[in-house]
């Protein structure tokens, strides 16, 4: 018999009508044959009232106490979902991580799982029972209740999955699948069948934010089909996995976007080895994330560093810069934090030449220059002003014809 | 160094400004050299927040799962109150009642204590923490979640207590203490120092609601002295503990009373054995609780059967009587719900004579009739027409001279 690990987030578990309506969905996956174990979110808006009864208390919680408020989240929805699932006459049981002993690390409210003990939901499923277990929340070695941060009962469901060795775990959203890009920006795009881990990867980090990257990486160390599909609609969603030999591979899934960017280049750095670290350094000491690094040589030995970081830490970063280019004996530092980052998406990239030239024809023909580029092994990015972006990631949208059905293009 | 079991109540507790007031009562305890163990419960009104989401999911919600979701209604007040002795300097972990292993039976909704592990509480007392344990709930030998009823919370206090050695359990509610009476019938009651376990139940039982009756219970059978006090005003509260010998005892420590009894009689029932269990048996069965039972034997070798029942079950039980006086030949059924209960209470009673003659000439005086009498060891009860309530405890309360400091009567 099939084993599923579906997941519902907060707003497929928002009301109790909302639960009547998941219980629903369960027992029509189990009267399609299939044991099911069920994974669940804090009813929405839960999370943040008790994070506001925390705050209430003190301005900085203790963050063992504020894993063990937080988790009362989950708690309440798989009591609830357990009801609604035994009204409908269908066997059912609740567990906290705690009690299925979800195995964490020690770091309150940022735990990563270590372990999963089976053996108690095996012998439920065994006795024909639905089982529904908290997501987002563990143990520690000692007992003590851990929280595994934001969107973590994405990351339960893909390691129960693991544990219990399941055919495929389904994450349930307010999306019905992962799209070629946000449809809000090109009304023609379109959904995808299929995606494999690397691609989903690189499309959650730049900005799909349909699945927690942590979760993705789960499934994809360990081999867990992972399907995205809606909870207020019926469809196959999309089914990420990993890479099928001799699967035919569109050449570029989909284009990410992040609105969230700025941008800094330290110009005239002596170009001399240990320059970069020397930027870098002050950066991440003072606790802000870089994301993309480029570095061009000028023609009089010195070099122009720019990277990118989120456009909250703009200022804080920039001030940083002014004394770094001091002492480095800087010619100049700017800025921008007027900044997009669009990048396309694809582990068919691998194997076809031109991709990136074709990027860039396709935004040059809209008149849109591009400021920083960067390439992975299954993406491109580019770093255009703001207010190309819905402009450019149309054109591309189009240029690469990701809204056609089957999404191939033609030749090259 | 005393270990002190501090136990606050839903109104205790009620918004986070409560639960910061809560915390300065908490360390400065400490501050008088005691190690202080705090149980509490959930945020009044919390509770039935949870019922309610229990009850639109389904009429009847499986008795496993309410547990789940009522005991998040404490965990979240542990983690407040732990967030809010750290915010103030005092080290503080809080436990539910699983992870400090509060074992009970499996009877989901009324369980009962088993067994507590002290070791994990007492290694943090040792560290110098504040433990902040949940009331109410606790955990079953398979691990599941389990609850101990309404106002349970007092009995994890005393049942802590018990198993930690304590040198006191302090009950903090929204009364300054026991009463002689109700202050709003008697304005002149007084608040007693001192009250042994016995009166302390007889008290409970029959209508001052202060602490749950089974802990009390608990904490006669280990022996726990037992204080209740107020969370919002300063003073001694009331102390309960065994009866000492050679203490100086009032006669009567108190005067309860209960307004929610009905009156149910079978006049004229032949005298035979067996009767009482014939007339009782479907009372029983209707899952009817019955309170007083009077049997007086008539003139013509009939007998008048005479008990009491919750007004609720008033109707109920005047029907199944019916049937029952058919069956018996019993001559009639009548019955009454507009009478009260009072009560005597005091373990002086015990070497007093003339405690009843004084308590049935005070009320007579007053022109009350006796409708009932039933005495035990500590307590002697009477049933009399609602109406006469107020003025038949404010008689009682001045002839056994309770107003007055000391409360001990002049001579028998």
Redesign the interface.
């Known amino acids: 018999m099939a084993l599923i690990v579906q997941k519902y987030g907060g707003t497929s578990v928002a009301t109790?009508e909302h639960?009547?309506r998941v219980a629903e969905k369960v027992i029509a996956t189990r009267g399609a044959g299939c044991d099911v174990v069920v994974v669940v979110s804090a009813m929405s808006g839960e999370t943040n009232r008790?994070l506001a009864?925390?705050h209430?208390?003190?301005d900085?919680?203790?963050p063992?106490?504020?894993d063990?408020?937080l988790?009362?989240g989950e708690?309440?929805t798989?009591?609830?979902l357990?009801?609604?699932l035994?009204?409908r006459g269908c066997p059912a049981?609740?567990y906290?991580g705690?009690?299925v002993h979800i195995l964490t690390d020690s770091m309150h409210n940022k735990a990563r799982i270590m372990d999963i003990d089976a053996a108690r939901i095996q012998h439920d499923l065994a006795a024909g029972r639905v089982v529904v277990v908290a997501g987002f929340q563990g143990v520690d070695e000692q007992?003590n209740?851990t929280t595994l941060g934001r969107g973590g009962s994405d990351t339960t469901a893909v390691a129960l999955a693991a544990a219990l060795k399941a055919d495929e775990c389904q994450i349930y959203t307010d999306v019905d699948g992962v799209y070629t890009t946000d449809p809000r920006v090109v009304p023609e795009a379109r959904r995808l069948a299929r995606l494999t881990y690397e691609e989903m990867l690189e499309m959650a980090s730049l900005g799909a934010k349909v699945l927690q990257i942590r979760s993705v990486e789960f499934a994809s160390k360990y081999n867990v089909p992972l399907r995205v599909l809606s909870s207020f609609e019926e469809g196959a969603g999309t089914l990420i996995t990993a890479e099928e030999e001799g699967m035919e591979q569109a050449q570029i899934s989909g284009i990410a976007f992040n609105r969230d960017e700025a941008k800094l280049t330290v110009l005239g750095v002596p170009d001399q080895p240990g320059v970069a670290s020397r930027i870098l350094g002050p950066i991440a000491d003072a606790g802000i994330e870089v994301d993309m690094i480029v570095q061009n040589v000028a023609e009089d030995a010195t070099t122009d560093f720019t990277f990118t970081v989120h456009r909250r830490d703009y200022t804080q970063a920039l001030a940083i810069l002014q004394d770094v280019a001091r002492e480095l004996q800087a010619r100049e530092v700017s800025g921008d934090d007027r900044i997009v980052k669009i990048s396309l998406v694809g582990v068919g990239m691998r194997s076809h030449a031109g991709i990136a030239s074709r990027m860039f024809r396709a935004l040059a023909e809209e008149g849109i220059n591009i400021r920083m580029i960067s390439t992975s092994e299954i993406k491109v990015s580019v770093v255009v002003d703001e207010k190309y972006l819905e402009l450019g990631v149309r054109a591309l949208h189009d240029a690469f014809e990701l809204g056609r059905s089957g999404g191939q293009p033609e030749g090259e």
Chains 1, 2 share one sequence.
């Open positions: 109790p639960i009547g008790l009864l925390a209430a208390i003190t900085r919680p203790d063992r106490e504020l063990v408020i988790a009362t708690q309440v798989i009591a609830l357990s009801m609604a035994q009204a049981h609740s906290t705690a009690q007992g209740i």
